[in-house]
């Protein structure tokens, strides 16, 4: 049996110390963007994201409300889960770091480094931001108008405990060497540039505990709780059952693990992350991925600015598909971007109403009113280039066969992550069929069939069971982003069921000829569905 790859994609663990903001949206979208795909392919594949729900900062927020913090995080999460459910991601595990499950986990990597050695208590004195829950060093900070600010703008306290170490100063060369021989583990490349520079800049042993505070996984034997960061990290192997590594679902899919994070927490990443698991004895994932940030009108998000975004307005204004592909088409994943209404409303009106939308309205109104809802029909036509239709019946192969030459390309994009070359690619369909369209003009084709030309109601049938056919391979491939959207097309089209169920690109590709449009299988129906507007009006 031909065994089919597996991923395991996960996005950060969000921190619930106020709702979800854009950031969020973005890189759960982007995460079920590349499972979607995946799971069109075939692929065991495994989407987890989840909330972080201890540390000083998400205390501080439960102090400030006057709650306990377990009942504080309780609420809280449920935000975080509506927001994955309101922009129809489907994860497959939700994880939260006050489960018992990643309780578990955790206490068994840190059991574990305490036995190889890689932690040892000592006293910590020295500066630490809440709003990063990061340590900095003196040399990090500069002076701002209320104290000292940490690189980020964060202001900084001074804390002097007892606290646990972890030899993070002797994974310098073993990282160096670790990068050097997986230049791929790190994406945008820029990226990997700035990792390996922060590293031949040497590393200090990292502070990881806190001694002063209760809010966290307790340490065995000691009135320390773990660093919120340590904790947070090992949520990627809670979601594959650790400590239970044995079985061969850990082991299959840590190895093709994918972490999609910001650029702002990539040194967490690619430098404790992967040093710990070293330590644990355990490999590093196999990608890290830094996307850029979002900024909202030209300025950075900021509350008191006014200016934050909040994902479920922005849904609720304009529809969930309109949200999602315009995150993905606008920027390319991995550069910054700034979140303009007006650009959004043109691209959405530009590419989805008149560009997707009036392309399946089109071919479909044609196709209903006037064949009746029937299906055009299409044997194995050769005609030559330079009969009277030969350009018309050209033009339905090259559409007709549009997605099977791009389905490599499409793979290629979305294991870099590169999704905006995926939407990029896909986008030429559709301003291809629109082009198709007009060019076979079936109308005109109809007057002449209706007057006994047989040949061109021969080429009328071949162009527009292609533009059906390429519409059909244009919802799969829209399915992973626009997921909505593509299911009405589907439905439209009249074919049955969900796409998720129907659809398997990797499976059909396998019995592909050249000579049936499409290499995504389910075969054209006999009679279309019910034509409507996939996006009702101009936004
Ligand atoms: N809890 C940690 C992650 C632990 S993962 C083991 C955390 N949480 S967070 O809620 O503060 O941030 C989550 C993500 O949101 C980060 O990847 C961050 O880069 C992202 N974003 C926050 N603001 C953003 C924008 N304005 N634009 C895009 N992403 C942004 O960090």
Known sequence: MNVLPFRYITTPIYYVNDRPHLGHLYTSVAGDILARFYKLLGYGVKFVTGTDEHGAKVDQAARNQGVSPQDYVNSMAKAFQDLIHAAHVQADDFIRTTQDRHHRAATALWDRLEKTGAIYLDHYAGWYAIRDEAYYDESELTDGPDGKMAPTGAPVEWVQEPCYFFRLSQFQNPLLDYYHDHPEAIGPDSRYNEVVSFLNSGLRDLAVSRSKMTWGIPIPGSNHVMYVWVDALTNYLTGLGYPDTDCPEFETYWKESIHLMGKDILRFHAVYWPALLMAAGLTPPKRLFAHGWWMSEGQKMSKSLGNVIDPFAL???????????????????????????ELFQQRCNHELADGLGNLVHRVLSFIQNRLGCVMPVCSE?????????????????????????QLQWWIQMIEEQNIYGYLESVYSGITKGNAYMAELAPWALLKLANSGDTAAAQAMHHGLYALVSFLRDLAIAL???????????????????????SAKIGKELKNSTRGVFSCFGSDLPAVIGQPSPLFSKDV
């Open 315 to 341: 849904m609720d204004q304009y529809g969930v598909d309109r949200v999602r592909y315009f995150l993905f088409r606008h920027v390319r994943f991995g550069q910054d971007g700034d979140f303009s209404k």
């Open 381 to 405: 036509i050769a005609v030559p280039l330079d009969s009277k239709y030969g350009a018309v019946h050209a033009g339905a192969e090259t559409l007709g066969h549009w997605a099977s030459e």
């Open 479 to 501: 399915w992973p982003v626009i997921p909505s959207t593509a299911q009405s097309m589907w439905t439209q089209l009249g074919l049955q069921g969900a796409i998720q169920d």
